[in-house]
C-alpha cells in the first residue's frame, strides 16, 4: 500500500497536461486544452483538461477524474500501478518494504534485463551506424521515427554476442540473460549467444505497457533457413498465450471505436497505427488462445479479423473466431484482395484505402458458408456431411443465444438438415463425444469449447485426432520425450492407423535420428503424414503442459470408442435378458464414465441416464 502523503506528493507533481498529452491530441484554448474524447466516438471536442486544478472532464459522455484516474481508465491500470506510473515520471520515491517489493515483483531482475535489452536495441537503430540499414528499411516501409520510437522499435545487431557483451558491462549475469530469453546456447558453442541478430526489433508489452519479451523481424528477403519472424521463448514474465501484441497501446482507442482490428504480425499493427488506424492488436506467433480471446472481451464486443486470405490464413482466421466466439465476441472476417495484407494496403493509400475493406467485413457463419459454397460441398450428401464438420465448431462456440440462435437457422437452411438434428448436436453432452456427422472438435485444437477440468484450467487438445496429431508433433519436436509417451501409452492406443505407425517407430528406434521420411520404415500412408508433421509451422509451448493434455485426450478417446462398443451390447444384453451380463457391461460402463470425468471430459448425460437405469434395476430387482 502507497501511504497517502506519497500518493498527494506524486499528483502535486504531476503535469496532467503533458501525461493526457502523449494519448490524446490536445490543443489550448486560452488557459484549458480540448481534445476528442477517448473515452467515446465524438466529432466535436468535448474533452476537457484543466491544468491548473489537475483535472479532466468529458462534456459528452461525462468521465472525469484527475492524472490517475485517466491512467486507469486509459490503459486499464490499477490505482496502485498509475501512482507508480507517474511517480517514476515525477522523479517520486515509492517507500516499499523489501517483503513488499520481492511480493510484487519476484521477477525483478528478468524485468531490469529486457528494460536494458530493450534501450540497447533502441540505440543500435537510431545512434548507432550499424542500425542504418534498418533505418533504411523502415523508411521504406513508410515507418517514419516518430511512429517506430512510439512503439519502441529497435534493431538487434548482426553480432553474435553485442547484447551479452553489452549487459555483461551493465552487470546483467548470463544466467540472467538466459532465463529472460535474451540469449541461448547450442552445442556448437561453449558460450550464450543473442538470440535475435540483424532483425528489426518488437518489443512485446504487457497489459501495464512494460515490456515482457520481443519479436524479431528479418531485414528484407527471407532467407533460407531462416525464419521471417523470431519470438523470444516463453520465460517466467512472459507466455504468448496470456498477451496481445500492441493491447497497452491500443486500449482506448478500442473502446472509443466499440470494435478491435486482429491483424497477424507486427509490422500490420505497426503500419496501421501508424496511419492513425489504433484500435488494432497482432498475435504472438500462434492460434488465439482462451486467454487472449478474454483479453480482447474485457474492451469490445466486436472484432473484425484481418488474415492472409490463403488456406493457413484462413484455419487461422478461423479458429481465432471461434475462440472469440466463445468469450462473447462477435467476430467478423475482412477480405483482402489475394496478395495483399493490411501494411500493404495502408502503405499503398493509407487508412482511407482500408475502410472499404473494413466496411465489406462479413460474419464469421457468413464467410464460411460462402467458402463453402464455392467449394460444391453442398452439392452432395456426403460434401454436406463433411461442410457441417467445419460449421458446427462455430455454431458450439457462440455463448452469445440470439446469434446461436440466428447460426443454426442459417445452417439449417442452407444444409437442409433438421433445426431439431443441429440443436442436438449442440447439446452439452456431445462436444467431447463422437458425433453421428464424425469425430467433431470444439473451437478448433487449443480453443475454448472444451470442458473446464476439475482443477480449473482447459485441456489444450481434446479426444479424437487432434490428440495423437499433438502428441505425435510434439516427440518430433522433442525426442527426449519418446521414452515418457512409451510408458503411460501403447501404440494400439492410437485409433488412427498412420499415427500409430508413426508412434510404433518414434519408440521402437528412439526417434527419427537425423533421417527423412523417405529413409524411415512406413506405409505410404504414415509417410505422407510424416512430411506434413515435420513441415508444420504451428508452435508448440508449454511441453510439459501438452504432453499431459495429449496423453489424457487419447487416453480418452480410447474410453470413448469402447463405451460406443459398451452402448451397442448392453441394448443385446437386455433384449437377451441377460442380467449376468447386462450387470457386467453396466459397471464397465459407469467404470469408464468415471475414468472419464477423472480426466476433465465430460459425461454428465451419460452418469443421468446410467443413474436411471440403475433405478430402474434397483426397483425391478426389489
Request: contains cysteine.
Given at each position: 500500500?502507497?501511504?497517502?502523503?506519497?500518493?498527494?506528493?506524486?499528483r502535486?507533481?504531476a503535469?496532467?497536461?503533458?501525461?493526457?498529452?502523449?494519448?490524446?491530441?490536445?490543443?489550448?484554448?486560452?488557459?484549458?486544452?480540448?481534445?476528442?474524447c477517448?473515452?467515446?466516438?465524438?466529432?466535436?471536442?468535448?474533452?476537457?483538461?484543466?491544468?491548473?486544478?489537475?483535472?479532466?472532464?468529458?462534456?459528452?459522455?461525462?468521465?472525469?477524474?484527475?492524472?490517475?484516474?485517466?491512467?486507469?481508465?486509459?490503459?486499464?491500470?490499477?490505482?496502485?500501478?498509475a501512482?507508480?506510473?507517474?511517480?517514476?515520471?515525477?522523479?517520486?520515491?515509492?517507500?516499499?518494504?523489501?517483503?513488499?517489493?520481492?511480493?510484487?515483483?519476484?521477477?525483478?531482475?528478468?524485468?531490469?534485463?529486457?528494460?536494458?535489452?530493450?534501450?540497447?536495441?533502441?540505440?543500435?537503430?537510431?545512434?548507432?551506424?550499424?542500425?542504418?540499414?534498418?533505418?533504411?528499411?523502415?523508411?521504406?516501409?513508410?515507418?517514419?521515427?516518430?511512429?517506430?520510437?512510439?512503439?519502441?522499435?529497435?534493431?538487434?545487431?548482426?553480432?553474435?554476442?553485442?547484447?551479452r557483451?553489452?549487459?555483461?558491462?551493465?552487470?546483467?549475469?548470463?544466467?540472467?540473460?538466459?532465463?529472460a530469453?535474451?540469449?541461448?546456447?547450442?552445442?556448437?558453442?561453449?558460450?550464450?549467444?543473442d538470440?535475435?541478430?540483424d532483425?528489426?526489433i518488437?518489443?512485446?508489452?504487457?497489459?501495464?505497457?512494460?515490456?515482457?519479451?520481443?519479436?524479431?523481424?528479418?531485414?528484407?528477403?527471407?532467407?533460407?533457413?531462416?525464419?521471417?519472424?523470431?519470438?523470444?521463448?516463453?520465460?517466467?514474465?512472459?507466455?504468448?498465450?496470456?498477451?496481445?501484441?500492441?493491447?497497452?497501446?491500443?486500449?482506448?482507442?478500442?473502446?472509443?471505436?466499440?470494435?478491435?482490428?486482429?491483424?497477424?504480425g507486427?509490422?500490420?499493427?505497426?503500419?496501421?497505427?501508424?496511419?492513425?488506424?489504433?484500435?488494432?492488436?497482432?498475435?504472438?506467433?500462434?492460434?488465439?488462445?482462451?486467454?487472449?480471446?478474454?483479453?480482447?472481451?474485457?474492451?469490445?464486443?466486436?472484432?473484425?479479423?484481418?488474415?492472409?486470405?490463403?488456406?493457413?490464413?484462413?484455419?487461422?482466421?478461423f479458429?481465432?473466431?471461434?475462440?472469440?466466439?466463445?468469450?462473447?465476441?462477435?467476430?467478423l472476417?475482412?477480405?483482402?484482395?489475394?496478395?495483399?495484407?493490411?501494411?500493404?494496403?495502408?502503405?499503398?493509400?493509407?487508412?482511407?484505402?482500408?475502410?472499404?475493406?473494413?466496411d465489406a467485413?462479413?460474419?464469421?457463419?457468413?464467410?464460411?458458408?460462402?467458402?463453402?459454397?464455392?467449394?460444391?460441398?453442398?452439392?452432395?450428401?456426403?460434401?454436406?456431411?463433411?461442410?457441417?464438420?467445419?460449421?458446427?465448431?462455430?455454431?458450439?462456440?457462440?455463448?452469445?443465444?440470439?446469434?446461436?440462435?440466428?447460426?443454426?437457422?442459417?445452417?439449417?437452411?442452407?444444409?437442409?438438415?433438421?433445426?431439431?438434428?443441429?440443436?442436438?448436436?449442440?447439446?452439452?453432452?456431445?462436444?467431447?463425444?463422437?458425433?453421428?456427422?464424425?469425430?467433431?472438435?470444439?473451437?478448433?485444437?487449443?480453443?475454448?469449447?472444451?470442458?473446464?477440468?476439475?482443477?480449473?484450467?482447459?485441456?489444450?487438445?481434446?479426444?479424437?485426432?487432434?490428440?495423437?496429431?499433438?502428441?505425435?508433433?510434439?516427440?518430433?519436436?522433442?525426442?527426449?520425450?519418446?521414452?515418457?509417451?512409451?510408458?503411460?501409452?501403447?501404440?494400439?492406443?492410437?485409433?488412427?492407423?498412420?499415427?500409430?505407425?508413426?508412434?510404433?517407430?518414434?519408440?521402437?528406434?528412439?526417434?527419427?535420428?537425423?533421417?527423412?521420411?523417405?529413409?524411415?520404415?512406413?506405409?505410404?500412408a504414415?509417410?505422407?503424414?510424416?512430411e506434413?508433421?515435420?513441415?508444420?509451422?504451428?508452435?508448440?509451448?508449454?511441453?510439459?503442459?501438452?504432453?499431459?493434455?495429449?496423453?489424457?485426450?487419447?487416453?480418452?478417446?480410447?474410453?470413448?470408442?469402447?463405451?460406443?462398443?459398451?452402448d451397442?451390447?448392453?441394448?443385446?444384453a437386455?433384449?437377451?435378458?441377460?442380467?449376468?451380463?447386462?450387470?457386467?457391461?453396466?459397471?464397465?460402463?459407469?467404470?469408464?464414465?468415471?475414468?472419464?470425468?477423472?480426466?476433465?471430459?465430460?459425461?454428465?448425460?451419460?452418469?443421468?441416464?446410467?443413474?436411471?437405469?440403475?433405478?430402474?434395476?434397483?426397483?425391478?430387482?426389489?
Amino acid at each position: 500500500m502507497i501511504p497517502d502523503s506519497v500518493v498527494d506528493e506524486v499528483r502535486s507533481r504531476a503535469d496532467i497536461v503533458e501525461l493526457v498529452g502523449e494519448h490524446v491530441p490536445l490543443k489550448r484554448k486560452g488557459r484549458d486544452y480540448w481534445a476528442p474524447c477517448p473515452f467515446h466516438k465524438e466529432k466535436t471536442p468535448s474533452f476537457h483538461v484543466v491544468p491548473d486544478r489537475g483535472f479532466f472532464k468529458c462534456f459528452g459522455c461525462g468521465e472525469s477524474g484527475d492524472a490517475f484516474s485517466f491512467l486507469m481508465k486509459h490503459l486499464g491500470l490499477t490505482f496502485q500501478d498509475a501512482v507508480r506510473h507517474v511517480a517514476a515520471r515525477v522523479g517520486v520515491e515509492i517507500p516499499e518494504t523489501t517483503s513488499a517489493r520481492a511480493a510484487d515483483d519476484p521477477h525483478r531482475a528478468l524485468y531490469e534485463a529486457v528494460a536494458f535489452a530493450a534501450e540497447f536495441y533502441r540505440r543500435q537503430l537510431w545512434e548507432e551506424r550499424v542500425g542504418e540499414r534498418a533505418r533504411r528499411y523502415l523508411e521504406g516501409r513508410g515507418i517514419g521515427r516518430a511512429a517506430a520510437e512510439r512503439f519502441q522499435l529497435g534493431y538487434a545487431p548482426d553480432d553474435w554476442r553485442a547484447l551479452r557483451t553489452a549487459a555483461a558491462r551493465h552487470g546483467i549475469d548470463d544466467a540472467v540473460l538466459l532465463e529472460a530469453g535474451l540469449v541461448k546456447t547450442s552445442d556448437r558453442s561453449d558460450e550464450p549467444y543473442d538470440r535475435l541478430r540483424d532483425r528489426i526489433i518488437f518489443p512485446i508489452t504487457d497489459g501495464t505497457g512494460r515490456i515482457i519479451a520481443f519479436g524479431g523481424r528479418i531485414l528484407g528477403a527471407v532467407r533460407e533457413g531462416a525464419p521471417k519472424y523470431l519470438n523470444s521463448p516463453e520465460t517466467p514474465i512472459y507466455q504468448k498465450g496470456r498477451h496481445l501484441y500492441g493491447l497497452a497501446w491500443a486500449k482506448g482507442a478500442i473502446r472509443r471505436e466499440g470494435a478491435v482490428l486482429v491483424v497477424e504480425g507486427y509490422m500490420d499493427y505497426v503500419s496501421l497505427a501508424a496511419r492513425g488506424i489504433e484500435n488494432v492488436v497482432a498475435g504472438l506467433g500462434t492460434a488465439m488462445t482462451v486467454d487472449q480471446a478474454a483479453l480482447v472481451a474485457r474492451y469490445t464486443r466486436q472484432a473484425l479479423l484481418l488474415y492472409d486470405s490463403d488456406p493457413a490464413g484462413l484455419r487461422a482466421t478461423f479458429r481465432t473466431a471461434d475462440a472469440l466466439l466463445a468469450a462473447g465476441v462477435h467476430p467478423l472476417v475482412v477480405t483482402l484482395p489475394p496478395g495483399e495484407d493490411p501494411d500493404s494496403v495502408a502503405r499503398r493509400g493509407g487508412a482511407e484505402a482500408l475502410r472499404p475493406y473494413l466496411d465489406a467485413a462479413v460474419d464469421v457463419l457468413d464467410r464460411k458458408l460462402g467458402i463453402l459454397e464455392e467449394r460444391g460441398y453442398f452439392a452432395s450428401a456426403e460434401g454436406t456431411r463433411k461442410a457441417l464438420d467445419g460449421l458446427l465448431p462455430t455454431l458450439r462456440a457462440a455463448t452469445d443465444a440470439a446469434l446461436r440462435d440466428i447460426y443454426v437457422a442459417r445452417v439449417a437452411e442452407r444444409t437442409g438438415v433438421r433445426r431439431e438434428t443441429l440443436e442436438a448436436e449442440l447439446r452439452p453432452d456431445r462436444w467431447d463425444r463422437p458425433s453421428s456427422m464424425g469425430r467433431l472438435r470444439v473451437g478448433g485444437e487449443g480453443q475454448g469449447g472444451q470442458r473446464e477440468e476439475r482443477a480449473g484450467r482447459r485441456p489444450t487438445v481434446v479426444a479424437g485426432l487432434a490428440g495423437q496429431r499433438t502428441l505425435v508433433l510434439l516427440l518430433l519436436r522433442d525426442e527426449s520425450r519418446i521414452a515418457q509417451a512409451a510408458e503411460v501409452l501403447a501404440p494400439e492406443s492410437f485409433a488412427d492407423p498412420a499415427y500409430r505407425e508413426i508412434y510404433e517407430v518414434l519408440v521402437r528406434e528412439g526417434g527419427l535420428r537425423g533421417r527423412s521420411p523417405a529413409e524411415v520404415p512406413l506405409g505410404d500412408a504414415a509417410r505422407e503424414r510424416l512430411e506434413a508433421l515435420l513441415g508444420d509451422p504451428e508452435e508448440l509451448g508449454d511441453g510439459d503442459r501438452i504432453f499431459d493434455d495429449a496423453v489424457r485426450a487419447i487416453r480418452a478417446d480410447t474410453l470413448y470408442r469402447r463405451l460406443d462398443e459398451l452402448d451397442l451390447k448392453i441394448p443385446e444384453a437386455r433384449a437377451r435378458g441377460d442380467e449376468e451380463a447386462l450387470r457386467a457391461l453396466t459397471l464397465e460402463k459407469m467404470g469408464i464414465m468415471h475414468d472419464l470425468r477423472a480426466l476433465g471430459y465430460f459425461v454428465e448425460r451419460l452418469i443421468r441416464k446410467q443413474g436411471r437405469a440403475n433405478r430402474n434395476h434397483s426397483t425391478r430387482d426389489g
